[in-house]
């Protein structure tokens, strides 16, 4: 039964991610590091110490592909996101090592703070990222 959801949710994430804009990719991605980080921390509850590796080696994956697909000729917005998705690397890093859920919770704040502006931002701007972020097309995210 486990197999067969996993399917099921698997390919409809590719159905998503087939469908979708540039600016809906990146609210994927966020939402994907976001559930991987709880996942992560949930594990780390129980002991689980396999599955809380594996979910933050994912997280830190997203966070890669995040970072990857920011256009650097924007200027500082860029940069600055940029450090921030270091930053959040080196505390999922930092809490995996030392079992510290209060590392995790804190790039959980942050990663919803950019998912929060990055929902804000208009419809009409969103039509316009499409030709600005053709890097976040073809990141892949799995599990």
Known sequence: MNAQLNAYQHTQ???????????RLIQLLLEGCVQRIVWAREAMEVGHVERKVEMVQKALAILDGLSA???????EIARNLDELYAYMKQRLVDGNRG???????????LLNEIRLAWDAIPMVMRADSQ??????QTVHVQG
């Open 99 to 109: 079992n510290r859920p209060e590392a995790f919770e804190e790039v959980i704040s």
């Open 13 to 23: 994430l590719q159905g998503q991610l087939e469908e979708a804009s540039p600016h």
């Open 131 to 136: 030709s600005t972020e053709p890097a976040a």
């Open 69 to 75: 697909s920011l256009d650097m000729e924007q200027g």
